[in-house]
């Protein structure tokens, strides 16, 4: 037998929650000293930035490659 799953609807689009993700690593990353937490933090922010933007490019009706 089948079972279905449970489908949530998300209320903001991928793209927004990435972006603000992005943005509350950005701020956290912001009170912490330098060092390795803090980098991970910016990395994290850099990786979320990046699969937006590939986001974007693959759900634009004109696809172009990210420059």
């Known amino acids: 037998m ?3 799953r449970s489908r949530a609807r998300q209320a903001t689009s991928l793209a ?7 943005a509350r690593l950005r701020e ?3 009170r912490l000293e330098p060092g390795a937490e ?3 933090l910016l990395n994290k922010a850099h990786r979320n930035k990046m699969a ?3 986001n974007a490019c693959l759900t634009s009706p ?3 490659l990210p420059v």
């Open 2 to 4: 089948t079972e279905n």
């Open 62 to 64: 004109v696809r172009r």
């Open 28 to 30: 956290q990353a912001s």
């Open 52 to 54: 937006a933007d590939i």
């Open 16 to 22: 927004e929650r990435l972006a603000a993700d992005a």
């Open 38 to 40: 803090r980098d991970a």
